[in-house]
């Protein structure tokens, strides 16, 4: 097991700023590409999940420096999704771009949701973003959007839960939205994935 945020972590000297990209092998086959820039106006996080030479889906996510979403941009064979939050997080925004059109969205929303990406990286965003700050065994009840790869935001609950010191829970809620089965993984003190057969790179040269 590679962790990123181990030798592959690359920190600006003068902000602490984190900046890595890094690669895993899923269990089906698949594989992942992730990266993760951060900035005085909060992380960007990109991923891509590909088999072969195709890939299925590719998300961008946008955090500010509270964990809040601020842009979503997501493509698939569905089609492309785009999110984002009026200034006040009062409601959520954006667009629907399928073979039969354009479909425009507005959802509600508050400062206090979370986009859950059900696939094998966007639940290690939620952690980073929401649960660092746990207690082992402490939990929260989350709202938000989930979204696979079928780009149709659905409202829903999830219950993020800290099991151990670097090991996380999301646990479907009421209503469940996207999430169907619970997903568990483990991150490094920085906020990064720890994945099987994975590794990591900084993104900047020294």
Known sequence: MVGAGGEGTDRSPAAGWLRVAGSARLADGRRLLWSVAEGVRGRRWRWAIARGDAVGHAVLLET?????????????????????????????????????????LSLPWSAGHVIDVVDAFGPFVVVACRGMGLPVEGSLELGGLGIDRFLRPTPGVVRLVRTAETAWSLVPGEPAGRRRAPWSGTLTGDGLPRLPDGTCWPLELD
């Not at 420096?65 to 842009?71: H, I, K, S, T, W």
């Not at 941009?73 to 399928?98: I, K, M, Q, R, W």
């Open 64 to 104: 500010d420096p509270d964990g809040r979403p601020v842009r979503l941009e997501a493509t698939s064979a569905s089609g492309l999704l785009t999110l984002h939050p009026d200034p006040d997080f009062a409601a959520l925004h954006g667009n629907l771009v399928t073979t039969n059109g354009i479909e425009h």
